[in-house]
């Protein structure tokens, strides 16, 4: 027999956020004979629950949406950051190179000057220039060290943080399929004869992605999530 519609509650409590209470099952399980037949099929099984359950359109998709865009801007942080240790690491590598070649000049000249005097002189200039410009090259190179090292320490902490998100995204996942086992089985033990397809049929993350449209569309096409004609 028909029963009076069941109003759609508007918006989900601390508690349901955690979980469904019976209040909460009883009405987002008021389902149409429509709903009903399209129940063995386990996407549309998910779709139907999705379109009942107003979490599905604001605060699922919002906290995933989130997520999401705190895991791009740590990635575009992390990609940025790589790009600058590989020139600070390519920087630390001229400076060293610059200052050993300096050396190795010098070691040349002085070696050459023992045997032949008139290229002291030539030792002699480049001893001064290496003396000049080791303290340069090695404060340039104390200096790329240290940000190098602070980059690479960000680095690391951008890898924890994105990990950190991309479980959380797992989580908000698995507490979508949660709630759907848990109506899957409120509607069984309301609607004995009803059989809820198995499995979500994609994954929380999809739907979660198109809720908004998904949840205000009721099966068979029609705007308004199914208030007319609930069955019992």
Do not use: N
């Not at 107003?54 to 790589?82: C, S, T």
């Not at 190098?148 to 924890?160: H, P």
């Amino acid at each position: 027999p028909a029963e009076v519609a069941v109003a759609r509650p508007a918006a989900a409590t601390a508690e349901q956020r955690v979980g469904a209470s019976s209040a909460w099952l009883s009405a987002t399980t008021a389902l149409t004979q429509a709903d009903l037949s399209c129940l063995g099929d386990p996407g549309e099984a998910y779709r139907i629950f999705l379109s009942h359950d107003p979490r599905a359109a604001e605060i699922w998709p919002a906290d995933l949406e989130a997520m999401q865009a705190e895991r791009r801007e740590r990635m575009e942080e992390a990609r940025r950051l790589g790009e600058e240790l590989e020139g600070t690491k390519a920087g630390v590598q001229k400076v060293q190179t610059a200052l050993a070649s300096l050396k190795q000049k010098l070691q040349e000249a002085e070696a050459e000057a023992a045997i032949d005097p008139s290229a002291a002189q030539r030792a002699a200039m480049l001893q001064k220039l290496l003396a000049q410009e080791e303290p340069k090259l090695v404060q340039l190179f104390d200096e790329k060290r240290q940000r190098y090292e602070l980059d690479f320490a960000r680095l690391k902490e951008l890898k924890r943080d994105i990990s950190h998100l991309e479980h959380g995204r797992k989580k908000l996942e698995a507490t979508v399929q949660t709630e759907f086992a848990l109506w899957s089985k409120a509607v069984s033990e309301r609607y004995p004869g009803a059989q809820v397809g198995a499995g979500a049929g994609g994954g929380a993350r999809a739907v979660a992605v198109a809720a908004p449209s998904v949840a205000t569309t009721a099966p068979g096409g029609e705007e308004g999530g199914g208030a007319h004609g609930e069955v019992d």
